[in-house]
């Protein structure tokens, strides 16, 4: 079984009863699985972006026929435990064999996911819906075996459908069946889109005349342009008022103008419903983030500040990190690595590294070395042409420096903003071997509210001091340590695969920290000795996996890389000096002058 990292995973039922007793409305946001690797790596941040606003849970799609059932998994399993985000996997039955069905369940119970949007679904592209021989009808069947093979484990959400489902012919047989499923153990209902609010409300009231006494959450979509509007209304022969139509008509072609009608109609049919009873919101948001922000603003359910980061990293809001304030910078870049070999801690940093820092990290069997979705998706073009020479090498790290390559190995997205500051002068070092895997610029004194460094809140200011991360040859390593003898301020520590370690440092010291009204001074980033050293072999380990390991045994690629492998040291270096830092004149190359 794999290890569940969330300690407080929560049905959604539970979730809507507490929020009843505080007389507060929800939102929950739903999600579907991007068709690259890219674009699984940029929702992820997205979430962790979308975390801020606090929605009650998330829900992730299932690809008809189960195509998308590796990555929806994967995609629920990092927003349950890596992001801290409630999530509720989508699940079908059609043109699926009772088997697979049982697997899927079995691995959400072991990621922690503790809730279901059980759906009969639709058949794949250019596939007929049918029964699998011991498969399931409909949503009813799937509901009545998820408790019966799990019992009361899993909060359970069904589709309702205020238009009535498209393949039904009688709206009130259409209730009759939501009601079979609320009593074969639904225990909320979420709805499909819809634009007429006084449709969707008589509707709510059938639903409560018949018996169906569930939270009945209503699914909204915000129109994002008119072209996919009517595209989406038509694939889901959805009833749009006249009223809409006509007052999109004129402005139909302008896709700013149109965004923001969709906003203001969104924020109208959300009050409206609220009036009405209606205890919480879905959004429907195509793995956008800008308007259903904005619909939140406007209803008064999220506050300006909620957007503004806690913390230079992604807080993951999941049982005891809750407190958690404190981080090594070396997986700044793979936080997912983190979390998960930090997972079986009983408590985490908080206001100083040493505190509470558990023991042991772990062996690397015991962390994920990267998303398996991004595995696969690694294609040329990113990192993966033939390597000739060492200069091969040293180009593709220049390469992403210079924004041509979206990843590396160590790297899940492409350079931070906050080192655009610094970027020619990266590219230039990548070009003569210093192969540059994490850095930040010195800051002195940037207001919290900064766009590009500021974390925290507002009111304060924040600093960090000027950091590098690289591997490099033992020649170059030496021009390094030349350079630090002579700046009092530099401090290094050089490890090789072996574990030779070379250092002028030990210890701990804080590379990032803010100063805020009425709060002690908060470290949230540090280069730790200790760390660094168990970050060696993971760092080391990501050149097999995911370079050397894609070129045959014995070719030029892969003799080149694992020489690089077997003989570099991968370093670290810090500026103590946050005013006047200079850290690049330590490289022996001609450097450019860094950018405002």
């Not at 019966?148 to 589709?159: K, L, P, T, W």
Request: charged residues 25%; hydrophobic residues 35%.
């Amino acid at each position: 079984d794999s290890f569940v990292f969330s300690d407080f995973p929560m049905k959604v039922i539970d979730k809507i009863k507490q929020k009843a007793e505080e007389k507060k409305t929800f939102f929950s946001f739903e999600y579907f699985p991007p068709k690259t690797a890219e674009g699984v790596n940029n929702l992820y941040e997205r979430l962790q972006r979308m975390l801020l606003l606090e929605p009650l849970y998330i829900d992730v799609t299932w690809g008809a026929g189960g195509t998308t059932s590796d990555l929806t998994l994967e995609i629920s399993e990092t927003a349950q435990n890596f992001c801290g985000l409630e999530t509720m996997m989508h699940l079908t039955c059609t043109n699926m064999p009772v088997e697979q069905i049982y697997d899927a369940l079995r691995k959400a119970k072991q990621c922690g996911i503790r809730n279901i949007l059980a759906l009969r679904g639709d058949p794949p592209r250019g596939e007929e819906w049918k029964q699998i021989e011991g498969g399931f009808a409909n949503a009813v069947d799937l509901v009545r075996y998820i408790r019966q093979e799990y019992g009361d484990y899993f909060g359970i959400a069904v589709a309702g459908y205020p238009e009535g489902h498209a393949d039904a012919t009688d709206r009130e047989a259409d209730l009759q069946r939501l009601k079979e499923k609320v009593d074969a153990g639904a225990d909320v209902i979420v709805t499909q889109l819809f634009y007429d609010c006084d449709l969707f409300l008589k509707w709510y009231q059938r639903c409560r005349d018949i018996g169906i006494h569930c939270p009945i959450i209503p699914g909204l979509m915000p129109i994002q342009t008119y072209a996919g509007f009517m595209r989406m209304t038509s694939l889901c022969k959805t009833h749009v008022p006249q009223s809409i139509m006509d007052e999109l008509a004129p402005i139909k072609d302008n896709d700013e103008e149109v965004k923001k009608y969709g906003i203001r109609m969104c924020v109208d049919m959300c009050r409206k419903m609220t009036a009405a009873g209606v205890p919480g919101l879905h959004f429907y948001t195509l793995n956008l983030e800008r308007s259903v922000t904005k619909i939140l603003k406007g209803l008064g359910l999220i506050q300006s500040e909620q957007l503004e980061r806690n913390l230079p990293w992604g807080r993951c809001a999941t049982g005891a990190r809750l407190k958690e304030d404190v981080r090594p910078i070396f997986w700044r870049n793979r936080p997912r690595s983190y979390i998960s070999r930090t997972g079986s801690w009983d408590e985490f940093p908080n206001g100083r590294w040493g505190d509470s820092r558990s023991p042991a990290f772990g062996d690397l069997t015991d962390y994920h070395l990267g998303s398996l979705h991004a595995e696969k998706g690694i294609t040329k073009g990113m990192w993966t042409e033939p390597v000739a020479s060492v200069q091969d090498i040293y180009n593709v790290f220049a390469r992403y420096c210079a924004g041509q390559i979206k990843q590396l190995p160590w790297n899940e997205s492409p350079l931070s903003p906050e080192s655009n500051s610094i970027k020619d002068r990266l590219v230039a070092i990548n070009k003569t071997g210093f192969l540059t895997i994490n850095s930040q610029p010195a800051v002195n004194g940037a207001r919290s509210a900064d766009p590009v460094y500021g974390w925290g809140g507002k009111g304060g200011f924040v600093y960090q001091k000027a950091y590098v991360e690289f591997f490099t040859s033992p020649e170059n390593l030496q021009v390094i340590i030349e350079a630090c003898k002579h700046t009092p301020s530099l401090t290094y520590h050089a490890v090789n695969l072996k574990g030779d370690s070379l250092t002028n440092t030990k210890g701990t010291n804080a590379v990032t920290w803010g100063v805020f009204p009425g709060r002690e001074i908060i470290q949230p980033t540090v280069v730790d000795a200790a760390s660094f050293v168990v970050w060696k072999d993971e760092a080391f380990a990501l050149w097999q996996s995911r370079w050397a390991s894609h070129y045959e045994e014995g070719s030029t690629s892969r003799n080149t890389l694992e020489s690089v492998i077997q003989s570099y040291y991968l370093v670290n270096v810090v500026d103590n000096d946050f005013v006047d830092s200079d850290l690049f004149q330590i490289f022996g190359v001609a450097i450019p002058q860094a950018t405002a």
